[in-house]
């Protein structure tokens, strides 16, 4: 019977990343995707979401964030060709997938794709080929889009990373926020920044402490009847920290009073 193009549920082709891939889990999500079987037998599948860098993101672009086969032969080059097949059906106009240094990337030729730029390997997610621009430049770009009820926030990092040609070093960062219910009087006071040392070995560049993100939870008032979407996993320390800050919404959370929460002002007076 050969090779068939079938399609996947989410789940199935999660699970068979996870299982197959040599070197990456299965994304957190996706747009679409499809797999490939040989006699009945599932032999491979193609991931496709949103492209991870946010510089290519529009709506009509798409990236193949994974492709993980048991080996078969052709199996790559047919799943690379049904995905860019069912994305110019569905009005994408840019596909981007990325190959390691070493591949071949025979099978994204035979399937129609040309190389674009080899780039080198970063050390994490917030690495960037370009210098970083300074936060104050950028809020001065970004603030003009932005609606007017949110509130920027600050991140201080008491320990932080000195670089070359930047004096006075950057050691804050920005956090543009907006809630659909901003604390009022009825609740504790609290400070619009936080003071927190930056994570060292977390796995990823960029990776937040969870003390920042119970404090930026706490200061846009979400409650365990919220929901959380992180478009940008990474080490997955957003979401393991919205699970305990519900788990433990009692003491971390309270509406009306805080609990030995260390980052709070209280009315006027340290907590």
Not at 39 to 49: C, I, Q
Not at 153 to 176: D, R
Not at 223 to 232: C, H, I, N, V, W
Request: charged share 25%; with cysteine; aromatic share 10%.
């Amino acid at each position: 019977m050969g090779l068939q193009i079938v399609p996947v549920s989410f789940r199935e082709a999660k699970d068979f990343v996870n299982q197959h891939h040599r070197h990456n889990p299965a994304p957190r999500g996706w747009k679409f995707g499809v797999g490939v079987e040989e006699d009945g037998v599932l032999v491979g599948v193609a991931m496709a979401g949103r492209p991870v860098a946010r510089a290519l993101q529009t709506r009509f672009t798409l990236e193949i964030n994974r492709v993980c086969t048991t080996g078969a032969r052709n199996a790559n080059s047919m799943l690379y060709a049904a995905i860019r097949r069912a994305a110019r059906a569905l009005g994408y106009q840019t596909i981007y997938t990325y190959t390691m240094e070493g591949e071949s990337g025979s099978s994204l030729k035979a399937a129609g794709f040309r190389l674009e730029t080899e780039l080198k390997a970063r050390k994490g997610w917030a690495g960037s080929s370009k210098q970083r621009t300074r936060q104050d430049k950028s809020l001065r770009v970004l603030l003009p889009h932005c609606p007017n009820q949110l509130r920027v926030l600050i991140w201080v990092k008491p320990f932080a990373a000195f670089k070359k040609h930047v004096n006075p070093s950057h050691a804050w960062e920005p956090i543009i926020a907006f809630s659909p219910r901003w604390r009022d009087d009825s609740m504790t006071y609290m400070r619009d920044w936080v003071a927190q040392p930056i994570t060292l070995k977390k796995g990823l560049t960029g990776a937040k402490p969870p003390e920042v993100l119970w404090w930026l939870f706490d200061a846009i008032n979400m409650t365990p009847k919220d929901s959380l979407a992180d478009l940008f996993p990474g080490t997955g320390v957003v979401e393991e920290s919205w699970r305990r800050y519900v788990d433990e919404w009692p003491s971390l959370a309270s509406r009306i009073n805080r609990v030995q929460s260390g980052w709070e002002m209280g009315k006027g007076r340290e907590r």
